[in-house]
């Protein structure tokens, strides 16, 4: 194994990724003769990695292709979205929980939780009949892929400088872990587009009266106690909005041993828990990236618009053409969903 070789088996298997795009809006910059591949080999010699996730939409691989190279490409989303817990709790529940490869997989049903002892198996005596459990699709998981699409602009002196790699890792991962909070912590229906909200169906809880601690607590009795009533708590964790994961942190003891995640994404007063156990996420191994200056943009991260609809302007409206900028847009495709009614709980305006 060479120096190179050593190195790159170290890399990230997300740095990849943060490459691709570099490699993107720096071929943009070159010209037409420049393509992203050509690109990628000159700001980073020796990375075959780098190379087979560009082919990766297009291109089978190829026997030529080192296994340990096909390997790292192939978990690069599942990194890209452990490289950014720190900025998505949705990232950190996805981290933490079962996750599935959707590669050509237009639906996937995951079987439901055993909740009941009594249907999860017996003690049996020798020579008797072993009890067999049938699947449970009733309250199963369906995964359908939506696409998750997210556009960045960068100036032309941006992509061209030796910088481009380190900025994409940041804009890239700070835009995906907006969208999957934004979608995944909320009540929204599934659609043909996207998956459920996690809270779709399920109605909030009253919240506590009264604030302070009285009330914290309150609440948190209401949101454990629901998720006693279906089966789950075991393997919960506290999702909030960021002024009540401040208070919960700085109030409770030593010995409360739930993790307690801050979400950005969720108004103030928002509090839930969500049974770990019962989440699965499902991603397709390949990201889609294209680049282009001659077009006009939103730029509106939570619920962009036409240019134009309804004789009605959409604001702010940037021309890249005009501002000499580059928009890059990354798809890939995800879902996600609970494998037991009720595993995540909510409440709305509390007073703590």
């Known amino acids: 194994m060479g120096i190179q070789d050593g190195n790159l088996k170290r890399t990230r298997p997300s740095a990849f990724l943060h490459r691709a795009g ?8 070159n010209g037409h003769n420049s393509t992203p591949e050509a690109a990628a080999k000159v700001m980073f010699p020796d990375d075959g990695v ?10 089978p691989a190829t026997t030529t292709t080192s296994g340990w190279a096909q390997q790292l490409a192939g978990v690069a989303i599942i990194d890209l979205i452990q490289s950014i817990t720190s900025l998505s709790a949705g990232a950190e529940i996805i981290d933490r929980a079962l996750k599935l490869n959707m590669d050509g997989i237009a639906e996937a049903r995951v079987p439901g939780r055993v909740l009941n002892a009594a249907a999860a198996g017996a003690w ?24 998750l699409s997210v556009i960045s602009t960068y100036t032309s002196e941006m992509a061209a400088s030796s910088n481009i790699e380190a900025v994409v890792k940041q804009t890239l991962g700070e835009a995906t ?16 587009q996207a998956p459920a909200g996690l809270f779709a169906g399920q109605a909030p809880i009253t919240p506590t009266a009264g604030g302070g601690s009285a009330a914290m607590d309150g609440d948190l009795k209401q949101l454990f106690a629901a998720l006693a009533a279906v089966g789950g708590g075991k393997t919960a964790v506290v999702v909030c909005a960021v002024p009540q994961a401040v208070t919960l942190k700085a109030t409770v003891g030593p010995k409360w041993d739930y993790d307690i995640i801050a979400s950005t994404a969720l108004a103030a007063g928002t509090v839930a828990v969500v049974e770990i156990a019962s989440f699965v996420s499902g991603f397709g191994s390949t990201v889609e990236f294209s680049t ?12 962009p618009a036409d240019i134009v609809s309804g004789g009605t302007a959409a604001v702010p409206v940037k021309s890249l053409f005009q501002t000499d ?7 890939l495709w995800a879902a996600w969903g609970l494998r037991a009614a009720g595993h995540a709980q909510w409440i709305q305006g509390a007073t703590w």
């Open 325 to 331: 900028a580059i928009g890059l847009r990354s798809t």
């Open 177 to 192: 872990g907006l969208v999957l909070d934004a979608k995944m912590f909320s009540a929204y229906a599934a659609s043909a």
């Open 50 to 59: 780098t190379d087979l996730i560009l082919r990766g939409a297009t291109a």
């Open 292 to 303: 282009t200056k001659v077009s006009a943009v939103h730029l509106e991260a939570d619920t």
């Open 22 to 29: 570099a490699a993107h809006l720096r071929a943009f910059v």
């Open 124 to 147: 049996v005596a020798e020579g008797q009949a072993v009890p067999v459990r049938a699947l449970s699709f009733s309250n199963a998981a369906i995964l359908r892929p939506g696409r």
